[in-house]
């Protein structure tokens, strides 16, 4: 027939036969959401990894013990030795006895074993203090056993005691000793009898990071987030978490470098800002406590009241009385207090009278260099004595000049030099 042919398959030439084929997709690349989920199980991984790792050096006996903790307030406490009072629902510790010891003591029943940690809520003290839990045991009833008690931004820290040989045993009683002179009263709120399982612990630690930090004297600058001691600070764990993270990434990517659709560096950076971000939300969750705080404490009231609410308000309302016997003309005043922060505030409220102090030492001048018409103003300072009828004030070093009283209020006193 003719016109029309046939061509077979096998009769096409190659290149006609490979136009006509479909083509081949490449290989998908795994979507962005997924990135998000594989670097966010990582970051959690990593997280879990490194809170068990602490907790396995943190936890001194069972991870899930049986026992729950016990506290004993401010009612069960017994004040052995030392002056004090209790004041609302504190013990104030203002002096030791004459052999430069306060003692706190409570009455308590537990097995040692079921209670590694002791923690005393005392705060108040020295950096320098020397603190130390005391106990007896029904093992040997007659010894009194002690360890000493860490101290940290002048509050007390747990103190572990799973492996002292004296903690055996039923404890029937512990006791808090402070050796050494109290620049400033000590606050005792209790004790608590610790069982520091895994629970406890995190309970703790999440407790110091997120307590209200107030504002102060460094907060222009940054705030710490939290208690003023942590044992794990929480700026600490979060950069451990990033770092690891990152070495996770990039040992991923290494074997499998189709892993992730983002680059490397991005993915690093991802976990630095997101570390960042979360501890501005611990920030800005303390300001926004804060500015509640300070409604709180300000809103409503005048500039008089404003100062009396203040840290400081004590000493204004002491200073308000000194001003009115002090002549309205400036006269020199001598400040003498042992807190820094008094002395720089008494002087502050006291301008545009001359005023001297130490900013750094509450030592005061040498009685020599106090002449007759200047003041001495005292405020919560001790080892300054005041003899009325000689009309003396003495203070340490054998300083003594003449002078009249012209006020005297609690915490506070006004004198004349003669």
């Known amino acids: 027939m003719t016109g029309r042919s046939t061509i077979s398959p096998a009769t096409v030439p190659p290149a006609e036969a490979a136009t006509d084929a479909p083509p081949v997709a490449p290989p998908a690349s795994p979507p962005r959401n997924r990135d998000v989920l594989r670097a966010a199980s990582i970051a959690v991984a990593v997280l879990i990894v490194c809170v068990a790792?602490?907790?396995?050096?943190?936890?001194?006996?069972?991870?899930?013990?049986?026992?729950?903790?016990?506290?004993?307030?401010?009612?069960?406490?017994?004040?052995?030795?030392?002056?004090?009072?209790?004041?609302g629902n504190a013990l104030v510790v203002t002096a030791p006895d004459a052999s430069g010891i306060a003692l706190v003591s409570v009455t308590t029943d537990f097995r040692s074993t079921d209670y590694p940690g002791i923690d005393w809520s005392v705060s108040g003290l020295r950096e320098d203090a020397d603190v130390r839990l005391l106990?007896?045991?029904?093992?040997?009833?007659?010894?009194?056993?002690?360890?000493?008690?860490?101290?940290?931004?002048?509050?007390?820290?747990?103190?572990?005691?799973?492996?002292?040989?004296?903690?055996?045993?039923?404890?029937?009683?512990?006791?808090?000793?402070?050796?050494?002179?109290?620049?400033?009263?000590?606050?005792?709120?209790?004790?608590?009898?610790?069982?520091?399982?895994?629970?406890?612990?995190?309970?703790?630690?999440?407790?110091?990071?997120?307590?209200?930090?107030?504002?102060?004297?460094?907060?222009?600058?940054?705030?710490?987030?939290?208690?003023?001691?942590?044992?794990?600070?929480?700026?600490?764990?979060?950069?451990?978490?990033?770092?690891?993270?990152?070495?996770?990434?990039?040992?991923?990517?290494?074997?499998?470098?189709?892993?992730?659709?983002?680059?490397?560096?991005?993915?690093?950076?991802?976990?630095?800002?997101?570390?960042?971000?979360?501890?501005?939300?611990?920030?800005?969750?303390?300001?926004?406590?804060?500015?509640?705080?300070?409604?709180?404490?300000?809103?409503?009231?005048?500039?008089?009241?404003?100062?009396?609410?203040?840290?400081?308000?004590?000493?204004?309302?002491?200073?308000?009385?000194?001003?009115?016997?002090?002549?309205?003309?400036?006269?020199?005043?001598?400040?003498?207090?042992?807190?820094?922060?008094?002395?720089?505030?008494?002087a502050y409220h006291l301008y545009p009278h001359r005023v001297f102090f130490d900013p750094r030492s509450n030592a005061l001048p040498p009685a020599s260099d106090l002449h007759p018409g200047d003041w001495l103003l005292v405020y919560e300072q001790r080892g300054i004595q005041f003899d009325r009828a000689e009309g003396k004030v003495r203070w340490d070093g054998g300083q003594i000049v003449n002078a009249e009283l012209k006020l005297v209020a609690p915490g506070g006193a006004l004198f004349l030099v003669r």
Do not use: C, M
Request: proline share 6%.
């Open 53 to 87: 790792a602490y907790l396995a050096l943190a936890v001194p006996g069972a991870w899930f013990p049986r026992a729950a903790p016990k506290s004993a307030g401010v009612k069960e406490l017994s004040l052995v030795r030392g002056t004090g009072r209790v004041v």
């Open 135 to 346: 106990w007896r045991n029904d093992f040997q009833p007659e010894k009194l056993a002690s360890a000493p008690i860490g101290v940290e931004a002048g509050r007390t820290i747990t103190t572990v005691l799973a492996h002292d040989p004296a903690w055996i045993g039923h404890i029937n009683g512990v006791a808090l000793a402070i050796h050494g002179a109290l620049p400033q009263p000590v606050v005792i709120h209790g004790v608590t009898a610790k069982p520091l399982g895994a629970i406890e612990i995190l309970r703790d630690r999440l407790g110091e990071w997120f307590a209200f930090e107030r504002w102060n004297g460094a907060s222009i600058n940054t705030i710490a987030g939290g208690k003023d001691y942590q044992r794990l600070p929480l700026p600490v764990l979060l950069a451990l978490v990033v770092l690891v993270s990152g070495i996770v990434v990039v040992a991923v990517r290494r074997f499998r470098p189709d892993a992730f659709r983002a680059a490397t560096p991005v993915l690093l950076a991802a976990f630095f800002l997101t570390g960042w971000l979360l501890l501005d939300a611990r920030w800005t969750w303390n300001l926004l406590r804060q500015e509640r705080d300070t409604a709180a404490q300000y809103a409503g009231k005048d500039a008089r009241d404003k100062r009396l609410a203040n840290d400081d308000g004590p000493l204004f309302a002491f200073i308000e009385k000194a001003l009115a016997v002090l002549p309205s003309t400036p006269v020199r005043i001598f400040i003498a207090s042992d807190a820094d922060y008094l002395r720089d505030r008494a």
